[in-house]
């Protein structure tokens, strides 16, 4: 072997190395996020209840302030990190969830709805709950029954299953649904811009107003 074989070899291991590494930190950090997610959505009405008993303005201004910033991150990195399950090398190399694809797209959803009003639109509100929840469904039972539960799991119906739910064991079902939850970002995507577009990126479209004379 010539110098420059091992050198591209050492590359090689090193950039394939550092892949795995932070493809397998995304799936390590991704349950934690919808965790805190879903407990800071639950728990808007403490928060509300807090703010209630603020004396000064400014303090629950602020309470209010860091609730919806850190709320909104944790949706919008979910996003982002998700953006492995669009990949079909990754989604049949690492042991990562079957439909975890689908639940970044409720997240991504939930984010369309954002370009409303849903703290203060009752209707907004429902449908980002119900989105959260789908993509939570969508993404921790695979997660524990299908990745967790794959290495312990008895030979049989319960095996069987598991397999099902990983997508390094069921590949094709796994790169199907990766070109899905792509369709769906596109789609999406396609709509808010739609939506920026027309409404400037308000919430709501001023009426216009007409003069009598």
């Known amino acids: 072997m010539s110098v420059t074989d091992l050198t591209n070899a050492i590359i090689s291991g090193i950039n394939a190395g550092a892949e795995q590494f932070l ?39 602020l309470l209010w302030l860091i609730y919806i910033a850190l709320r909104d991150f944790l949706i919008l990195s979910g996003v982002v990190m998700s953006f492995m399950f669009l990949f079909p090398d ?32 009752l209707r907004d509100f429902r449908l980002v709950t119900y989105l959260l929840g789908l993509g939570a469904v969508l993404y921790f039972v695979p997660y524990l029954f299908g990745v967790q539960f794959n290495q312990v799991a008895p030979a049989g119906p319960l ?30 995507g396609a709509i808010a811009v739609g939506y920026t577009l027309i409404t400037g990126g308000r919430a709501e479209v001023p009426e216009a107003t007409t003069t009598t004379e």
Not at 99 to 116: D, P, Q
């Open 23 to 61: 493809e397998g930190t995304l799936a390590a950090a991704l349950p934690v996020i919808w965790l805190a997610l879903m407990g800071l959505h639950l728990g808007r009405p403490y928060i509300m209840e807090m703010i209630d008993r603020f004396t000064l303005r400014l303090g629950a201004d």
């Open 90 to 121: 990754v989604v049949t190399a690492d042991n990562l969830p079957l439909t975890g694809g689908l639940a970044a797209a409720c997240l991504f959803g939930v984010l369309l709805v954002k370009l409303g009003d849903p703290d203060h639109n």
């Open 159 to 188: 095996q069987t299953i598991s397999n099902f739910l990983n997508s390094s064991t069921n590949a094709q079902w796994a790169v199907g649904i990766g070109y899905v939850t792509t369709a769906l970002f596109a789609i999406m």
